[in-house]
C-alpha cells in the first residue's frame, strides 16, 4: 500500500481530543495533538525535538512531498490504532475522547508508524547515522516489527500504531445511535 495519498475522496481518521476541542491540532511544545506538557514528560522534552527536528530534516532533504510533522493535524489511520496508543501511553490520552473525522476537498494524507518516534524517544545515544536509519524507515512507511531493532542488547518490538499526517480540511463526524430495535447496537 503506498503511504502517501493526494486526493479528495472522503477519508475518515482519529484523535484523543479535550471535551472541549472541537478538531485535532497540534501542540507544537509536547510534539504532538494529546495534550499540554506534563511535570513528568519535562525531562523528555529535549529528546522529543530532537526526534521532531531531525524526522523534519530528514524529511526536507529526501521527502519533501511529504507533508511536515510541523505543519501537518496528528491523527491515527483507524480506532485499532488510537486505542493501541491509549493501551500504550494512556498518561498521554487521560481524560480525553476518541474522536472521529473526515476529510472535505483535496488533502495530502501520509502514514507512518509511530512507534519508530517511541524508539527515537527511548534514553540511548543513537550515531548519526544509526538516527538517519531510523528516521529514513519512518519516512518509507517500514513497520518497527518488519526491522529487528535492538534496546540495550535486547530485542526491541513494538506493535504498530499507525498515525496519519493530514493536511487538509477536516470535519467531526458524529456518533449515530445504534437501532433501540437490535440487542447490543445501543
Not at 30 to 56: I, K
Not at 107 to 121: A, I
Amino acid at each position: 500500500m503506498d503511504h502517501l495519498i493526494k486526493d479528495s475522496a472522503p477519508l475518515e481518521l482519529y484523535a484523543w481530543l479535550d471535551a472541549d476541542s472541537e478538531m485535532p491540532g497540534w501542540d507544537i511544545l509536547t510534539g504532538n495533538p494529546f495534550g499540554s506538557l506534563r511535570p513528568e514528560e519535562q525531562f523528555t522534552t529535549v529528546q522529543n525535538y530532537f526526534a521532531e527536528y531531525h524526522l523534519e530534516y530528514f524529511r526536507q532533504r529526501l521527502y519533501n512531498h511529504f507533508p511536515s510533522r510541523l505543519h501537518a493535524v496528528l491523527l491515527f489511520a483507524t480506532r485499532v490504532d488510537a486505542e493501541t496508543f491509549r493501551a500504550k501511553h494512556p498518561a498521554r490520552v487521560f481524560g480525553k475522547h476518541l474522536t472521529r473525522a473526515r476529510s472535505t476537498g483535496a488533502y495530502v494524507c501520509s502514514f507512518h508508524d509511530s512507534s519508530w518516534l517511541d524508539y527515537l524517544r527511548l534514553p540511548h545515544s543513537l550515531s548519526l547515522s544509526a538516527l538517519d536509519e531510523v528516521v529514513n524507515h519512518y519516512w518509507r512507511g517500514a513497520l518497527v516489527e518488519e526491522v529487528g531493532l535492538r534496546f540495550m542488547n535486547e530485542a526491541w518490538r513494538e506493535a504498530p500504531v499507525i498515525e496519519a499526517l493530514f493536511q487538509g480540511t477536516l470535519e467531526p463526524v458524529q456518533h449515530n445511535p445504534g437501532s433501540h430495535w437490535l440487542p447490543g447496537f445501543a
